[in-house]
T-cell receptor, first 108, second 115 residues
Framework: RKEVEQDPGPFNVPEGATVAFNCTYS??????FFWYRQDCRKEPKLLMS???SGNEDGRFTAQLNRASQYISLLIRDSKLSDSATYLC?????????FGKGTRLHILP | DAGITQSPRHKVTETGTPVTLRCHQT?????MYWYRQDPGHGLRLIHY???????DKGEVSDGYSVSRSKTEDFLLTLESATSSQTSVYFC??????????????FGPGTRLLVL
């Protein structure tokens, strides 16, 4: 299994729909998890951290499943402005590892 | 937005020439990083620094060197640029390596084309 793996997409989703991404990681000792967002030709920016109990920020919900070693990101009521690449980030303890990202296109 | 700038923002150079990219921060963060981002590979760590004059290699450090003589500046040098080093280079900073401190903030990137 790769250290951090994401479905590259693209996910083409109509505006207003709910979309979910998963990200799997290989190191069971990983302690920190994040989702970053990267717009086309821009730098990555932190979207949200992922806590063990799951956490929500507006339309965005992040969850962690340690048993199956994956994290997820759920976007509800998607907006055109949500179109971007979403990067899964995992810290197994000694370094930060970025996934290759999942591209999301919100369709009008 | 975190105070991180990169210069130059775009550069075209020829194979075999030396190239230096600069990252400057105004946040006084201890850790600084250089990544490259290429289609199909995502972000890959080149080098990082954990303090003035303290640096270490990342996963793709061959052909690159770094220096950090001041907290605010982290330089990436391509000693003799090759076409395989054509990429987008991002600098990032963080307070630390654990908990909330490990959140990385990125600069706007430098697009380098080696002909």
């Amino acid at each position: 299994r790769k250290e951090v793996e994401q479905d590259p997409g693209p996910f083409n989703v109509p505006e207003g729909a709910t979309v979910a991404f998963n990200c799997t990681y290989s190191n069971s000792a990983s302690q920190s998890f994040f989702w970053y967002r990267q717009d086309c030709r821009k730098e990555p920016k932190l979207l949200m951290s992922v806590y063990s109990s799951g956490n929500e920020d507006g339309r965005f919900t992040a969850q962690l499943n340690r048993a199956s070693q994956y994290i997820s990101l759920l976007i509800r009521d998607s907006k055109l402005s949500d179109s971007a690449t979403y990067l899964c980030v995992v810290n197994p303890g000694d370094k930060i590892i970025f996934g290759k990202g999942t591209r999301l296109h919100i369709l009008p | 937005d975190a105070g991180i700038t990169q210069s130059p923002r775009h550069k075209v150079t020829e194979t075999g020439t030396p190239v230096t990219l600069r990252c400057h921060q105004t946040e006084n963060h201890r850790y600084m990083y250089w990544y490259r981002q290429d289609p199909g590979h995502g972000l890959r760590l080149i080098h990082y620094s954990y303090g003035v004059k303290d640096t270490d290699k990342g996963e793709v450090s061959d052909g690159y060197s770094v220096s950090r003589s001041k907290t605010e500046d982290f330089l990436l040098t391509l000693e003799s640029a090759t076409s395989s080093q054509t990429s987008v280079y991002f600098c990032a900073i963080s307070w630390g390596l654990a908990g909330e401190q490990e959140t990385q903030y990125f600069g706007p990137g430098t697009r380098l084309l080696v002909l």
